[in-house]
Each structure stands twice: as structure tokens, then as C-alpha cells.
């Protein structure tokens, strides 16, 4: 083997083993309880009323009402055909959902009656639409388009208008919550099985693991320093504890 190919390797071996240890080490959130939940395929998580938690089903098209141990209080009939995220505004008491089979964001009235709507993409489907989160203090909106390609979209809920931002932190993004506290977002990926801290544009900042099965929404807590991660597949929320930032 020549001088000039040893060098090479020299340069070469270290940068792939960066690569694969930065991802290896990942430090995984720290599990406190799981609760089982009598929702099919919850998809999504906010913060409702008096300090209860709000998720949607993609099964049938309904809101469910939990309080933090997963207890069902009340159930909300949005008539949605495949609803992937809800987020509950306190500044005007409305639900906002999202549809993923006509990429549609809608709002209700915590009744269910149907108040506005936004067509966010002009197709929806597979890989579309996939969670969102009410930042009331901006009357500003987040939303994800799931993969193929990954995008955070920022919407504005007093002129309509739309911003688009690529992430590419992870396989897919299923889940976004907007941190009030950090002034941040929170976003989850169930391929990449990671709770993952951004910026509001999207880049990110720091990255958990998680073992959750399909995780499709998260909310974190500050005052109980708590993050909960609901699942799809199992109907389980989990609770983990918020480390330090």
C-alpha cells in the first residue's frame, strides 16, 4: 500500500467513526410512567382545560379529552376523515386540527362545530400533513409535513400567509409542540424514535431518544419538568422527565 493511500485512510476512518458515535450517544429521555389510554390510534397532543391534555384519533375522526394519567374525560366528534394533530388555542377557545387526507388545518369550537380552515398543500395523502401547535402569544401556527421532504410550515392565523422550512435532523417528524417557556419547539420522530429541541425555524438544537412505538405527538410540561410522548400504535401516553437544557 502506497504512502499516499495510508494518508488517506488517516483522514478517512475517523470521520466515519464521528458520525456513527455522535448518533450512538444520543442521551435517551428518562422514563417516569405509561399510562394506557382508551383512544384509538391517538395521533397528537396539547395542553385544553383546566390543565387537561387534548388528543385526536385517525381512526374516526374524533377529539379526546385526557387528564395526565391518561383518564378519558370527554369525547369531541370533529368529523375528520384522518385527523394527525390537534392543538388547543386559550386565546379564543378553539381546537385546531389537522387533516392529513386533504392536507387541510381546521378549526372548532370546543362543541366541534367547524369555524374556519386553511388548505395548506393542494394534495394531501401519505407523507403529508402530520401535527401542529398554537403559539398565541405570535398567533402564529406549526405544522409538518411528515417526509419526502421533511418541512416545518409557519402559519400566520391573522393574515394567512405561509412559511415553508426544510429539516433533515431526522427520518420523518410526526408530533410539534411550541414551548412558551423556551420560546422553542418541540418535535418528535417515531422513525427516528427522538424528541428532538429546535429553533423556531426549524434547525435543530438538541436530540433525545426515546423507545416509543409510533410516537405522533408530545407536550411538555415546565412546572412538573415532564414531557409526554403519545403513541399510535400502542394507545399508550408516556411520561418522561424533562432533563436539563
Known sequence: MSQSTNLLLLFVFPLVSSCQTSY??????SLQSVFELDVQEPS???PYLDHSLITVSDRNGKAYVLDTLGHLSTTIDL????????SFNPLDSLIYAVD??????????IRGEKVDSWQIFKKGGDSSLEGCSVDSKHQTIYLLKEKSHGL??????????????????????SGVYYDAVLDKLWIVSHESKSVNLCALNGQLER??????????????????SSIYVISDSQEKL??????EL
Open 24 to 29: 450512538s450517544v444520543r442521551p435517551q429521555l
Open 44 to 46: 397528537g397532543l396539547s
Open 79 to 86: 368529523n375528520g376523515e384522518d385527523l394527525e394533530g390537534v
Open 100 to 109: 392529513e387526507s386533504d392536507a387541510t388545518l381546521r378549526s372548532f369550537s
Open 152 to 173: 416545518l410550515i409557519r402559519l400566520d392565523l391573522t393574515t394567512g400567509k405561509q412559511s415553508e422550512h426544510r429539516l433533515t435532523f431526522a427520518e420523518d417528524y
Open 207 to 224: 436530540s433525545f431518544g426515546i423507545d416509543v412505538k409510533q410516537a405522533e405527538g408530545i407536550f411538555v410540561n415546565h412546572e412538573s
Open 238 to 243: 408516556f411520561k418522561f422527565r424533562l432533563p
